[in-house]
């Protein structure tokens, strides 16, 4: 009877006060799981994309146009989820030189919205590159394990989820391929996430607009993988995030395929950067002084053991891979104490840079890298 009440009492309420029934439906979808939580918390790791495979493979020129797709979830319980979604190929380099292009996943407002879930419905999808299964595998899953590892440093990071996607041809012409893949999620969601907002036009930002310890935070963790494929004037392989406080923009890097930490065989050293092959660590990032260097080093530090856990604990890697992973993130942390036996009390920019001191990437001011004009 009081439950019977209390619902007649908020009937009420609604119809009295109708701007409040709006603001309730948009608590609620601010509040709703996005379709990436749900797969992450139910445990939907398994996925079946049924599309016109020749037709999505050969849309690579000028800006590719979504087509229909259906798309099944599957988790660890065998419960499962349809969805008819939209899918195109995507990126520049990877699309370009990939066997298998890299995805775009567009799922339905209102399938979303039905399903109690948020609207945020666009999602990147990291997918094998080459048709060689073990080093396709092997890069994959190693870029995967360097967005969980940048996690692990800070929340100004897009987190990840791994699945096992078969890809079946709705005409029946080509083979049925299955391969790991990864979605990343969305920027709306991370925006939502942060409470920030994505800066779309900031190229050639300024030192003094960005929020210097997060801007040092992901120039270290790019220097850790041992990744220069990212420029922070150009606003290139990352996102500049803020909501228009003194607290400025926030960096959120992406694509790190050509890092030392995943090696894959398509990447390039960029010897524009002081590089002679990959792997080589080049620090990229603006000048700071040396106790947000150090305190910035001293984070890292903090978090070594959980870093080399993430590695461990991937099994889907072979031990091989996940010792390459190992060797190559031991070798960062024996030179941060390399450059403490060098420094003393606090490590420096300029020890940082001393690999390729006179390195400043396209587009940025020399004197913001520590470099006389």
């Not at 913001?368 to 006389?372: A, E, K, Q, T």
């Given at each position: 009877?009081k439950t019977?009440r209390l619902?007649l009492l ?8 109708p ?9 609620d979808?601010?509040?709703a799981s ?9 445990g939907?790791?398994?996925?079946v994309?049924?599309?016109?495979l020749a037709?999505l ?13 259906d ?8 419960q ?6 939209e ?9 370009r030189?990939?066997?298998f292009t890299?995805l ?14 948020s ?9 094998h ?13 190693k870029?995967?394990?360097a967005?969980?590892?940048y996690?692990?440093?800070t929340?100004?990071?897009?987190r ?13 012409e080509?083979?049925?391929v299955r ?7 969305s ?10 907002e994505?800066c ?5 930002v300024?030192?003094d ?7 040092s ?6 220097y850790m993988?041992?990744?220069?494929d ?23 890097g992406?694509?790190f395929?050509?890092?030392g930490?995943?090696?894959?065989n ?13 792997g080589?660590?080049v620090?990229l ?9 150090e305190?910035t080093?001293a984070?890292?530090?903090s ?13 889907a ?9 190992r060797?190559?993130?031991?070798s960062?942390?024996e030179?941060l ?6 420094a ?6 300029a020890q940082?840079?001393?690999t ?7 587009g940025?001011?020399?004197s ?5 004009k």
């Open positions: 009877m019977c619902n908020l009937a009420l309420i609604l119809l009295v006060f701007a409040l029934a709006g603001a309730a439906t948009g608590g979808q601010l509040a996005s379709i990436f939580d749900h797969m992450i918390e139910d939907y790791d398994e996925a994309i049924t599309t016109d037709a493979m050969a849309d690579r020129k000028g800006e590719p146009t979504y087509q229909a797709a798309l099944l979830l599957t988790n660890e319980e065998g499962m989820m349809s969805w008819e979604i899918v195109k190929p995507r990126g520049k380099y990877r699309r030189i990939c066997d890299p775009k996943l567009n799922f339905s407002k209102s399938q979303l919205r039905a399903s109690g879930l609207d945020h419905d666009k999602y990147k999808l990291v997918t590159c080459e048709e060689e299964r073990a080093a396709a595998e092997a890069a994959l899953l870029e995967y394990t967005y969980q590892m996690n692990a440093l929340p100004y990071s897009y990840v989820h791994l699945l096992r996607i078969r890809y079946v041809d709705s005409k029946g080509l083979p049925t391969r790991y893949a990864f979605l990343l999620e920027t709306k969601q991370l925006e939502d996430r942060l409470g920030l994505e779309e036009d900031c190229l050639g300024q030192p607009q960005l929020n210097r310890e997060a801007e935070m992901h120039a270290v963790f790019q993988i041992g990744n220069a990212f420029n922070l004037s150009m606003v290139r392989n990352l996102k500049l995030l803020g909501n228009g406080s003194s607290q400025g923009l926030i960096p959120v992406y694509d395929d050509f890092s930490l995943v090696m894959a398509y990447a390039v050293a960029a010897s524009h950067l002081g590089q002679t092959q990959i080589d660590r620090f990032g603006l000048q700071v002084d040396d106790a947000t260097i305190a080093l984070t890292v530090e978090r070594r053991d959980e870093l080399f856990q993430i590695i461990r604990s991937q099994r890697l072979t031990g091989q891979a996940r010792a390459e992973m060797i190559y993130l031991k960062f942390f030179h104490e390399e450059l403490r036996a060098q003393g009390t606090k490590r420096t920019y940082l840079r001393q390729a001191p006179d390195v400043v990437p396209a940025a001011d020399p913001d890298y520590g470099v006389r």
